[in-house]
């Protein structure tokens, strides 16, 4: 069997590796976040919080660990969101075109795509959970070696099929428009209601009605979730509010995040067996 998208893959890693504008700015960006909003939200939320009384008994979390989850979160968003763009500049510059006369399946060239981004999210996860560890967010506090492997693993593969996700929808898109800044366009208008009507920085307790509704669909609320689950663990508070998490909710974060990422991938494969460059 032949796996031509391992062509694709590497020439969007070799890309990724080359530039080395993108590649510093992709790997400081959430290190910043961390570094600066993280902190300094960190230190104002525990203060106005510290009247709150602790659950006996329940583990009590800072604000940093809380957001470093959402930090994963938003940083995989918002690379995979745009790294389909470099499909719409393939085929700006009629290298989609030679792509598509190849032998090459179609299916191989999203398929390339999208596990380029899986790749470069990973190497973002581990590096915004190396350094939040080196600033204090308490990943992983009281685990074993076993289960923090394990936890890691889940990360991982909740991040993966999160990305693969995205990276459909984005490639979907941009082998759609015609220019930069329609893309840019429509990717900032899909980026900011699925960022703020989410649990990535904040809890949506206290939200509207219809807004803590669409949460629950939101496949950001369901990887924040899930790497809550595996590293803060299933009961702990943070900023006065209790989080318990069974299994069976970590499975829905799967499921759903299977499901958005088969949609999205369906979506793709029709969208390029339309494609016309």
Avoid: C
């Amino acid at each position: 069997m032949n796996f031509e998208f391992q062509a694709i893959y590497w020439r969007e890693m070799v890309k990724f590796f080359r530039f080395k504008s993108t590649l510093i700015s992709s790997l400081i960006q959430p290190v910043m976040w961390l570094a600066f909003f993280g902190l300094a939200m960190s230190d104002s939320f525990d203060q106005l919080t510290s009247m709150i009384p602790p659950l006996e008994g329940v583990r009590n979390v800072d604000y940093l660990s809380y957001m470093g989850a959402g930090i994963i979160a938003m940083d995989v968003l918002f690379s995979s969101l745009f790294g389909g763009t470099s499909l719409m500049f393939d085929k700006k510059f009629s290298l989609l075109r030679e792509t598509l006369a190849s032998p090459t399946p179609r299916s191989h060239i999203i398929l390339g795509v999208g596990l380029s981004g899986v790749t470069k999210a990973f190497i973002q996860t581990g590096m915004i959970i190396g350094f939040g560890k080196l600033i204090g967010m308490d990943f992983f506090l009281g685990y074993t070696f076993t289960e923090t492997l394990i936890a890691i693993t889940g990360i991982f593969l909740l991040v993966g099929i999160f990305t693969l996700g995205f990276l459909f929808l984005s490639g979907s898109i941009a082998i759609t428009i015609d220019n930069p800044e329609g893309m840019q366009s429509i990717l900032t208008l899909l980026s900011m209601p699925l960022f703020f009507v989410s649990n990535a920085l904040y809890p949506i307790e206290s939200f509207p009605a219809i807004l803590r509704f669409l949460s629950m669909f939101n496949p950001l609320t369901l990887l924040a979730d899930g790497i809550r689950y595996f590293a803060l663990g299933d009961n702990f508070t943070v900023m006065g509010m209790h989080y318990i998490y069974t299994p069976a909710d970590v499975i829905i974060s799967f499921l759903g995040l299977l499901f958005f990422a088969s949609v999205m991938l369906t979506a793709a494969l029709w969208r390029f067996d339309k494609v016309d460059v």
